[in-house]
């Protein structure tokens, strides 16, 4: 199945979001998770103008992306098919997710799933929401998950071929190789 290019583009801006809002530990280090201005303002920097904008100037923006990443961070750690697929789906219906086909200068026109609220962050909570479900249906259940080297609670979203992806990003992925290494020498 063709993944819309729009999904490529989401998935790591949702990693980014959940791991900033609700991660206490990366990649080795103890972090304090972003709230309110913090977070609007770390998550905006990711953002297009208009988006980041439109973000920052929503004084309630802070609160609404903290509980979108602890409901985003809860369907990607979701154990089973069954439970992923109901949080993704409540968080596509909280959102009230639309496709609609949007036209931007210099682009021909290709598709949205703006939430129907009308904040920044419901807009972004539709996108989000249906990004996460069109991976589940194009690449099964199996493509979200928790860093797995030592003191790292970010996540990822897995979008290679062969599904192999284990670490948040290049710096766990080194980590853990290395503590392998260790680890074998020692025996
Ligand atoms: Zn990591």
Redesign the pocket.
Known sequence: MEIACNVTRQAPLIAELVNLATARW??GASVQPLAGENLVTTFAANLGDRASVALRADPDAGRHLAELAAELRQALLAERPADQAARINAIIRRYGAQPYLVEDVGQPFHLHFHGSGGSEVEALGGEFATALALIVDGYGPDRFGE?E?HQ?E?VYIDLTRNASRR???AA?TARAKTAAYRSRRHI
């Open positions: 990366r990649g860093c080297a790292c970010a670490y948040c990003g766990c």
